[in-house]
């Protein structure tokens, strides 16, 4: 059952369950105050992120700009921290878009028959077959680069994994042992479904998706990097590190320190995924859950 | 063109490989259906023209040792030089001039560029072997300059028969080097071409060129190709990001220079037909409550010149004079926009009229925006916030620009238009030249003005340079007092180069010529 | 191959005929749907007159109804044409045909590096001391959550631009090779050695392994002989997922690294609407897909003789 | 008598022998787990010594101990250990390793011993290449041979299969096969049989039988008495990591002295266990109340059922009675379960019909349906499955006596009361089933079975999964509750001893089809059937004895050995 489940973050998360209290700890503090910073970026620093001083470009980090300032003279701390809201949107919207659609057809396929099922695993596939990025690139010449559009597009490729998860999820809990239980209880069908069914399905696919927010950051950075996602002057992680590239030899805390903030961020997101998992899945995730 | 001021008085050597990193290629060869200028670069070692034009404009004789202009300005016989041969061992001839410049015309050639340097071409007329006699519909002075640019350079008749799949890979020419290969994402190799002997009148020196062997690689990425500068791969670069100068100055053994490409600078265009720029006072706010000398200043490391004028100082008929028709004065504007009645203030601050916000949407494609003029647009953008103008940047991609062209569906737009001479401005700023609805046309200001079309039109029925230079110092006056366009930098082509190279020189188009450049082998 | 493996195989060669289809038609809709004409992709910033705009429409028979373009264009891919790139102004499997080999080049070496530093790492730290694992695990934890392009970018800046140890640019030989295979390694190596010291874990506590070692079986011996098999089967099973990565990869290290290839073709092509291009990487992209997952259905079962009969 | 007399003989003679195998003061501690506290014995040449033992008494941990296998994170001290004539204590990998080449092990959990990636015979010939016990090329066929030795047909054709293609029995034996490959001095096997069903469990005995008595020391550990009583010479009772009683066989079945193992003996069910309790102490003084048999309440009229190709129920017809227990037996793959399903209406029969109370499951739908469902319920096989992963002790009741049609307010007195009545806590109303015992497990499963207030209970190898102790409680448990509230039971078991001691009619099935039915006594005493002949053969009791005898000639085990 598991091994639907898997995908290659997860399983690093799961790893996660070998790693010291202290640093999951650690991992949920940095996490909180990340999205602390999404939230309220205003706590975090007074400046305005596409507020440039020409005469103060390129100045390296200091007490006055504790990141330096980039070729316009923006202060680059405040532009990391106005970006931890961009990227994160980005990355948990395309995944809870992701999610929400790759559940409904997946529960369409794993319930509705045997029909519904082929049609749309078929279109799983072919939307899978297609190189991840080259989806990407395909929708975003559809729509345009964007924000917005940038999370259409890695919604689209990851949706069809979810499909596949909630299928698989569905099938195997309608045939568990514990259903069956509950049929022969004589429980009406509607709660065996909500009580049983839904629940047994969700988690996992709740926990997927926390784990995955990290790799949809990680694309949504990569298309931005790539000219394709947020647009100038937006200050999103992954655009920073693109026009700092060009400066690189010269300031290297403009492509730093976007650099550091995605690594940070889907790390800690990794790591209280793979907490989260050992709290409500209680099994390990690497499937070997033999609980003698 | 003249030599770089590297080590002068050292002895040419013979032989050798130079090896050269651009920063961009073209997809296509055929400078006379290629739409991108980089084509120059790569085929001008290959491509000799009619007519060459020296450092101080002046048109000198090339391939055609002479020439006549007709009274009425429409018609040009040009003599033809003897003895050339093209590397392919066809002579060139009256019938080679006419083969090229009905290939530039031809729809099928789609010429994107070439064709547009001679709208008004109608024929050319073998008279004898050394005689071609060119007819235009209507007078058109810039022919000359136009025929001195590689995109009107002359290839090979037979080369131009095997069809555009050929050159859109291949070009042979008479030139003093010969294509051995183009690969596209790797470059172009050259080879000497041994019989060469026919430079244009003035040139360094005669005879073959110098080196042996020529390497252009494509190398899009600016730190990598600096990269490969200083770690020795290529013995010189250009297109170097001004963001480097000042480390490659400092580095040892490197040297950088640059050179003004002629033309149109790099401007950005107000739409003076519809929107908020349609007031005059709107847009002279925007040009003069922004602060772009010390933008490009600053972004460009003084590499880049900030410009005054729609076209570049090292233009033939360039005004020096009007430097200070547009100053810097933030109050001004102000008071400007004001008097414009854009005096409300929402609460992002920006300036409203009558509840409407002053909002620009800007026709910006990224995706081909070069010299970090996003980095450029983004400091206008927040410039002009300051000012109280809502900068927006329209989501244009290659294949939608046209379409919004056409339309005039924008509030500004921003290009560089490079030519030869300042005829520029005609394409710039002539009514005729307002995009139409097939979205052809270069006045993207859509400007129109009776007393600016007559300016223009007499340029063309005068060959003499002061009459010309005259004109076109009028026009470049009434345009800026208009703000019918915002000048913003001047494009230099910026050349790095390593200890082995000397003496890469300047085509009049600000590329780099290899014709007398030579390696020192180390 | 016994019946079942046949008609498995044979299936799956019909839905991948399916699926490649499906690739073909998605991307050529998708494309079309694509606001702005193609002659205007074609034209770009240039000024061109109506005669040559003309000219384009009708050379690529852009006026003809979609479904024609789509027909002929299906014809031809089944006659292994995949058409003519508008940009490029040459056949598209040429243009394919010449950025394949670096980028395959590429993407091997990248793949064989990540192997070798994945099944290294693994063999060495699995079931070791909690301080080992925990070490282990965090490397793999930051490999997998660095963006490869910025790895890429920091690389090539230590070392060649500062150290001047490699090359700037690719192209020539090893040493040109070597960064980029290095950035796209990184990431994937540091998720596979998780995958394999996961597998070769749950192995070593299997009873049979005990078995084997109370057959007087040494460890080296027990991880090589019996846990390695064991640990490959997942990163078998991921084969799929990292063909998809190695494109993503390849686009982004191809860009950052200035490499000739796939990625930047595709790049150009989707970025200058060049349709044939783009479809033509498409398909080539679905065909390897296909064309790996059935290998691996052949292969699963030498791997794993308990999918001879099952699946 | 004879087959018996000259095992303890050929024990006798042995016992000169100096040990193979000798631990004197055995700790062995994980952490905060003491598995083992003190144990001393040794194994002799030609010997076999059995450990018997409820599940965590330490019994594997002490086999692990003799090779320095104990596992990771474990302390082991101890003042003597010598395997093989040496001092293990000092022992490092590479010595272990020597000494292992010694010594044959074949590990409890048989089924999933051998490498599921290679061939069966390439673990066989694993030893012999690393001990280099035969010449490289010979090592072939030695591979068959020894698969012969241990009675796996068709030899050379198994050696190239792989573990999934061999039935339990010939894993088994192949992994004995490889366990005696380099022919050890002391082979040990931790629960041989467990999972094999009786006619298997047989034949296993009988090989391992032979090692002995080719003079091989052999330390057999097992949790069922009965298997150990036909082969082992001396027995070791274990129990919390302690051995409460050791001596000869017959001397601790025959009179044991513990009572400890008094409790294991009596809690074994069979012919002798029928209306007594089989848990020490009883769960009430004075016998199980007799039961008054009522009107039908469950009937199968010719049920049939086949899955695809396979006819997995052919035919099936009975009735059932209040108060009365229908035991259904049969080996693996019979078709219990399917029964079961069937009757429960959770598959639809292809023919014939289940009636409750005399209506079929045919004619219900809906909620009526549902309301007969609570008349019949099911006590599963592996609670722990039929639990839902999320759910505390506390909801599975809950929502049972929600079908119960119990009141909200009502439901926490009702849980408790069924909590007390199937013995358990009423702390576990918190406990998640996972956190759970394997007999609390099933207590739970029962008291969730109770809670719509049932008249028949549908029970799948209801124990098959717990020790003999826990096993006795649980079935007590169902004879108590059946004489107060008067249920009647199907009772699902391929163990003869458990069905003979429940029962009141019993069904013999065989590949779906009855083979023989009849009330219980006549079964076991008169089988006409020839497959009941077999299954009787093949039972395991602790009337030593009679099984020297039976094993002796086991007609499955010739039959299987000689083709
Ligand atoms: N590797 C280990 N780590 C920690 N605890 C262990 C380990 N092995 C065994 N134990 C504990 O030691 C005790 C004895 O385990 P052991 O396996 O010997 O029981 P057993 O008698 O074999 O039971 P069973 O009949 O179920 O096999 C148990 O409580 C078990 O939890
Ligand atoms: N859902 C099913 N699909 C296909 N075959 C099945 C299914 N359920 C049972 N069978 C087959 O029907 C036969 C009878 O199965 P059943 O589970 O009733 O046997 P059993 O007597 O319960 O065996 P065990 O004692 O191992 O539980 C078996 O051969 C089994 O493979
Ligand atoms: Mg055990
Ligand atoms: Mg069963």
Known sequence: MTHAIDTPRRRIAGAALSRPRLGRWCAALVLALIVLTAIAPGLFTSGVPHEADPLAALRAPSGAHPFGTDAIGRDVFTRVVYGARHSLVAAVGATVLAVTAGTLLGLVAGLAGRIADEIIMRLADITLSLPTLLLALLVLTITGPGTLNSIYAIALYTAPGYARLVRVQSMVIRRSGYVEAATALGLTRARIVVRHIVPNAFIPLLVLATIEVGTALVASSSLSFLGLGARPPAPEWGAMLAGGRDYFSVAWWIAVFPGAAITLTVLSITVVGGALQRRLEGLDPSGGGRNR | GGGTAQDRGATPVLGGTLRFAVHAEPSNLDPHASPSDVTGLLTRPVLDSLVAMDGAGRIRPWLAESWKVSADHRTYTFTLRDGVRFSDGTPFDAAAVKANLDHVVDPRTKSALAAGLIPSYRETEVVDARTARVELSRPHSPLLSALSTPYLGMQSPAALKKGPEFLARQIVGSGPFVMESFVPRQGAVYHRNPNYAWPPQGAAHTGAARLERLQIRTIPEDSVRVGALTSGQVDAIGGVPPVNVEQLRAGSGLKVDSRQAPGGTYNYYPNTASGPFTDVRVRQAFGSGIDFATIVEKLYFGVYEPSSSPVAPGTAGYAPDIGDLRRYDPQAAAALLDQAGWTGRDPQGYRTKDGRRLTIRWMFVKSIAREQRDVLAEQVQAAARKLGFEVRFLDVTLSTYAGVAARGDYDLADFSWQRVDADALRDLFHSANVPAADGAGSNAARYSDPQVDAWLDRTLRTEDPAERAELYADVQRKVIQDAAVFPVYSPAYVLAVGERARDIGWEQQAYPSFYGAWVRER | ?311 | ?563
């Open chain 4, 1 to 563: 008598m004879t087959g018996h007399d000259g095992l303890a003989s050929e024990a006798g003679i042995d016992a000169a022998d100096d040990p193979v195998a000798e631990v004197k003061d055995l700790f062995v501690t994980f952490r905060t787990v003491a598995a083992v506290r003190g144990v001393s014995f040794t194994v002799r040449r030609g010997e076999c010594v059995a450990i018997v033992g409820e599940s965590g008494s330490g019994k594997s941990v002490t086999a692990r101990t003799l090779f320095g296998l104990t596992g990771d994170g474990a302390r082991v001290d101890t003042t003597v250990l010598r395997i093989c004539g040496q001092d293990a204590r000092t022992f490092g990998e590479r010595q272990w390793r020597a000494v292992r080449a010694r010594l044959g092990y074949v590990l409890q959990d048989a089924l999933v011993s051998l490498d599921p990636l290679r061939p069966v015979g390439k673990e066989i010939a694993e030893p012999l290449r690393l001990h280099g016990m035969v010449p490289r090329a010979q090592v072939a066929a030695r591979t068959v041979e020894l698969l012969r030795e241990v009675g796996v047909p068709e030899p050379d054709a198994r050696a190239a299969q792989y573990p999934h293609q061999l039935s339990g029995g010939l894993r088994q034996r192949a992994l004995i096969a490889s366990a005696i490959a380099c022919d050890p001095e002391l082979l040990v096997a931790d629960e041989p049989t467990t999972a094999l069903d009786v006619s298997v469990q047989a034949q296993i005995l009988r090989l391992l039988d032979e090692r002995r008595r080719a003079r091989t020391a052999m330390l057999l550990i097992c949790h069922d008495l009965a298997v150990v009583a036909r082969i082992a010479d001396r027995l070791l009772v274990m129990k919390d990591g302690r051995f409460v009683e050791e001596g000869p066989t017959e001397r601790v079945l025959g009179a044991p002295s513990h009572p400890y193992t008094q409790a294991l003996l009596t809690a074994i069910p069979g012919r002798r266990t029928r209306g007594v309790w089989l848990s020490v102490p009883p769960p009430s003084a004075g016998p199980p109340a007799a039961r008054r048999e009522g009107k039908v309440v469950l009937e199968a009229r010719g049920l049939v059922k086949r899955f695809g190709a396979r006819l997995a129920v052919d035919g099936v017809s009975f009735h059932l009675r209040e108060g009365q227990t229908l035991g259904l037996v049969g080996e693996s793959g019979s078709g219990k379960t399917t029964i079961a399903r069937l009757v429960l209406g959770l598959v639809a029969p292809d023919r014939g019909a289940a009636l409750i109370d005399g209506t079929s499951w045919t004619e219900l739908r809906g909620r009526r349906r549902r309301d007969v469902r609570r008349h019949i319920q099911l006590v599963p096989q592996d609670p722990l499955s039929s639990f839902d992963p999320r759910s505390d002790v506390r909801r599975i009741l809950y929502e049972a006596l929600l079908v119960g049609g119990v009141p909200r307010a009502r439901r926490r007195d009702r849980a408790l009361e069924l909590l007390e009545q199937v013995g358990l806590d009423t702390a576990v109303l918190n406990r998640h089933p996972a956190r759970l015992s394997g007999g609390q497990r099933q207590r739970v499963a029962i008291a969730r079975a109770l809670a719509p207030g049932p008249r028949v209970l549908v029970c799948d190898e209801p124990v098959s999964a717990l020790d003999v102790s826990v096993q006795a409680q649980v079935l007590d448990l169902l004879v108590r509750l059946q004489a107060e509230n008067g249920l009647a039971y199907l009772f699902i078991s391929h163990h003869l001893g458990v069905i003979h001691h429940m029962s009141d009619h019993v069904m013999v099935l065989k590949d779906g089809r009855v083979v023989e039915s009849g009330e219980v006594g006549r079964i076991f005493t008169a089988p006409r059937a020839d497959h009941t002949r077999e299954l009787l053969a093949a039972i395991p009791t602790t009337h030593v004895a009679a099984d020297a005898h039976v094993l002796g000639h086991d007609p499955s085990f010739t039959k299987e050995a000689t083709s």
């Open chain 3, 1 to 311: 191959m016994t019946a079942t493996t046949r008609r498995r195989l044979l299936t799956r060669l019909a839905t991948s005929l399916v699926v490649i289809w499906g690739a073909i038609t998605v991307s050529f809709c998708a494309l079309h749907l694509t606001p702005g004409d193609v002659e205007d992709a074609i034209v770009g910033t240039s000024i061109v007159t109506p005669q040559v705009r003309a000219q384009i429409v009708a050379e690529y028979g852009l006026d003809r109804p979609l479904v024609a373009q789509y027909g002929s264009y299906l014809g031809r891919v089944l006659r292994g044409d995949l058409g003519h790139s508008y940009q490029r102004h040459e056949p598209v499997v040429t243009a394919i045909a010449s950025q394949l080999g670096p980028s395959l080049l590429l993407a091997v070496t990248g793949m064989g590096l990540a192997l070798i530093l994945a099944t290294a790492t693994a063999l060495l730290t699995a079931g070791r001391s909690r301080w080992v694992r925990g070490l282990a695990s965090g490397a793999e934890l930051v490999g997998t959550s660095v963006p490869m392009f910025w790895v890429g970018i920091l690389l090539l800046t230590v070392f060649s631009f500062q150290l001047g140890w490699f090359p700037a640019v690719g192209g020539d030989g090893l040493t040109g090779l070597l960064l980029p295979a290095v950035s796209m390694a990184l990431p994937v190596a540091a998720l596979l050695s998780q995958v394999m010291r996961e597998g070769l874990e749950r192995v070593l506590h299997e009873p049979f392994v005990l078995t084997a070692r109370a057959r007087g079986m040494g460890d080296t011996a027990v991880r090589l002989r019996h846990a390695l098999r064991h640990a490959l089967l997942p990163v078998v099973t991921l084969a799929g997922w990292l063909f998809g990565l190695m494109l993503g990869a390849m686009v982004v290290i191809e860009k950052v690294f200035s490499r000739e290839g796939l990625g930047g073709l595709m790049l150009d092509a989707v970025a200058g609407k060049d349709l044939p291009v783009v479809m033509g990487v498409v398909l080539i992209s679905a065909f390897v897909y296909v064309v790996v997952n059935v290998a691996l259905d052949l292969l699963y079962p030498l791997i794993d003789p308990r999918l001879q009969e099952e699946r």
